[in-house]
């Protein structure tokens, strides 16, 4: 016996009538109405929500007000929290591997990453399960600066052309992890390099994921490539990767495929990273800017 959802949906429960989810008008993103994150959803809310993420690739909520226990609980919803291997390090991991379950995004307090630029990045894709989306949730919010933009990475590899396609199709890319690279410094190379060329010593651990990866709950296929991490295509040579990776990124960078975020306090932005970027602007260090940020553990690319 099969029913189809239409069925089932009464079945799950009443859907309160100010619930809605309202798509935004950009490439990708969608404000959830009427919901709060502190109160346990019902059965049609929940699977509302994640269709909507897998349709829109990010969840705005705004007016939250949850404490640590209550946005963990939420996030149990859609998944484990993420951990990253023991020799693997990622943001706001301690000397011996392991990472707390809530980051704090902040350049104040004992946050994390300062005021500076973000270039555009999935979280934990230099890890073998990349992390399969995160949560950030606004506490202080400056006037200006430190806007969040995500990049629709389907949109992106659906407008390459046909030769590009069938060039990358079957591409593996090691996306070498940044946190290692801070801890080795290339001598005499000002800054991180942006394509591993064969005099540079690789980074190890390393792992290799499909450049055009197919997303786990859509089939859709997307290309999964960062701004600005240094990368290497397995098994092509050097010059010609680079330059193909130079091209993509510029592709991929274009406004047309972006969603600029304007922070309130209260905010719960909940992103695929399975299927978006996002890159964050600079802000004066004199503001005080504060998130917490907790990400969702992943399965292995293909
Ligand atoms: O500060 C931001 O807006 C984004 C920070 C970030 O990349 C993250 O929390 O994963
Ligand atoms: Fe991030």
């Given at each position: ?38 109160n346990a ?21 705004r ?7 209550a ?9 484990t ?15 011996y ?31 073998p ?45 090691i ?10 410094p290339l ?22 994921h ?38 993509l ?31 964050r602007t ?5 503001t ?10 992943g399965?292995?690319?293909?």
């Amino acid at each position: 016996m099969s029913a189809s959802l239409a069925e089932l949906a009464p079945r799950l429960a009443t859907v309160p009538a100010s619930f809605r989810i309202v798509p935004l008008d950009a490439a990708l993103g969608a404000v959830v109405e009427g919901f709060d994150v502190r109160n346990a959803p019902v059965g049609a809310q929940l699977w509302a929500l994640k269709t909507a993420l897998r349709e829109h690739h990010i969840l705005v909520f705004r007016g939250q007000q949850p404490d640590d226990a209550a946005f963990l609980d939420f996030t149990s919803h859609f998944g484990t929290v993420f951990a990253p291997p023991r020799n693997a390090p990622v943001l706001g991991s301690d000397p011996y591997g392991a990472a707390p379950d809530i980051v704090l995004v902040s350049n104040v307090d004992d946050g994390l990453l300062g005021n500076a630029e973000l270039t555009a990045h999935a979280d934990h894709h230099w890890t073998p399960q990349p992390s399969s989306g995160s949560l950030l949730y606004a506490l202080e919010i400056p006037a200006t600066g430190g806007d969040t933009t995500w990049f629709n990475l389907v949109k992106a590899y659906e407008a390459l052309d046909e030769p590009t396609r069938r060039e990358i199709d079957g591409l593996q890319l090691i996306t070498y992890n940044p946190f290692l690279r801070r801890r080795h410094p290339l001598p005499g190379v000002a800054g991180v390099p942006r394509y591993r060329t064969p005099d540079i010593e690789p980074l190890t651990p390393w792992v290799a994921h499909p450049l055009v990866r197919t997303h786990p709950d859509s089939g859709k296929r997307l290309l999964y490539l960062g701004e600005a991490t240094e990368v290497e295509i397995v098994g092509y040579d050097a010059s010609r990767g680079a330059a193909l990776i130079a091209r993509l990124r510029a592709h991929l960078l274009q406004p047309r495929f972006a969603y600029t975020h304007r922070w309130q306090v209260g905010d719960i932005v909940y992103w695929d990273n399975q299927a978006t970027l996002h890159s964050r602007t600079a802000f004066d260090p004199a503001t005080r800017r504060r998130l917490k940020r907790i990400s969702l553990s992943g399965s292995r690319p293909f």
